[in-house]
């Protein structure tokens, strides 16, 4: 428990300052987590016996990353990630020259990780960029983050207490209704503070995204889950002692990402 406490104590600090610090300490620091994180998925499913095209879809990763962000910085033409295809097409031909008896198997989850891993950071880095004509502004990832952790306190602190219900044995036996809805409760209370503190968006805006992180991050996790089981793993990894993996603690990120990044631009446009 000192250890979990200790390297949360630290990780909250690090993930704080890349918010804190500007768009290219941002910028770096996530590109940097989503290569991690890719990585991280590459070898689970290469332990499991898939032969996955690691190097390409690293660089890939970082192109597509270094594309996604530069086309906020510079307000490049989407025409520009065109020059992806051919780096994505080779995964195929490079395919053609491995002896692997699943050559489709190995394609597959090559990309599986593009669109689990890349395209979800992807989306939680946009959410700098949304407000002031893609201007750099903290308060949406902090906004985010900040309602991930309540929920994950919440559903933790309220589960522990009043948890009978379960939620979805099959894959996490030890989440129950009443923490999911005690999740919902802290995250719409760390929403509504929010609001006095930001005021870009109304109340009810702050609130509705606080019930797609709680949601849609539970989902995360409850996917990571069963990808894990799947592959019979405890952990995605150990780089975070007492934590696991870097998937273990962003699961609920990369479902709820996305998501969230396409409510708040309905709801500005």
């Known amino acids: 428990m000192k250890t979990r406490a200790i390297t949360a104590f630290f990780f909250t600090i690090v993930m704080l300052?890349?918010?804190?610090?500007?768009?290219?300490?941002?910028?770096?620091?996530?590109?940097?987590?989503?290569l991690m994180?890719?990585?991280e998925f590459y070898k689970l499913v290469?332990?499991?016996?898939?032969?996955?095209?690691?190097?390409?879809?690293?660089?890939?990763?970082a192109i597509l990353f270094l594309s996604w962000s530069a086309s906020i910085f510079f307000k490049l033409e989407g025409k520009y990630f065109l020059l992806l295809i051919p780096l994505l097409f080779s995964i195929f031909i490079l395919e053609l020259y491995?002896?692997?008896k699943e050559p489709f198997t190995n394609i597959a989850f090559t990309f599986v990780g593009f669109v689990y891993v890349?395209?979800?950071?992807?989306?939680?880095?946009a959410l700098g960029f949304v407000f002031n004509g893609n201007a750099y502004n903290f308060h949406l990832p902090l906004s985010f983050l900040l309602m991930l952790w309540a929920s994950d306190t919440g559903a933790y602190l309220f589960g522990r207490?009043?948890?009978?219900?379960?939620?979805?044995?099959?894959?996490?036996p030890k989440k129950s209704w009443e923490g999911f809805f005690g999740g919902v409760f802290t995250s719409i209370l760390v929403a509504c503070a929010i609001s006095f503190f930001f005021n870009e968006l109304r109340v009810q805006v702050w609130v509705g995204m606080a019930v797609l992180v709680v949601c849609f991050g539970t989902l995360g996790d409850?996917?990571?889950?069963?990808?894990?089981?799947?592959?019979?793993?405890?952990?995605?990894?150990?780089?975070l002692p007492g934590h696991g993996g870097i998937l273990d603690r962003f699961d609920g990120l990369l479902i709820a990402a996305p998501v969230v990044f396409t409510y708040l631009y309905l709801v500005l446009n």
């Open 46 to 61: 290469k332990e499991a016996g898939v032969k996955i095209q690691r190097n390409v879809g690293l660089l890939i990763n």
């Open 118 to 125: 890349t395209v979800p950071f992807c989306f939680f880095y």
């Open 222 to 239: 409850l996917v990571e889950s069963m990808l894990k089981r799947s592959l019979n793993v405890k952990d995605s990894g150990n780089i």
């Open 37 to 39: 994180a890719l990585a």
């Open 161 to 172: 207490k009043l948890g009978k219900h379960k939620l979805f044995e099959r894959h996490s």
């Open 98 to 100: 491995q002896k692997g």
């Open 17 to 34: 300052g890349s918010i804190f610090l500007g768009p290219y300490t941002f910028t770096s620091f996530y590109l940097l987590l989503s």
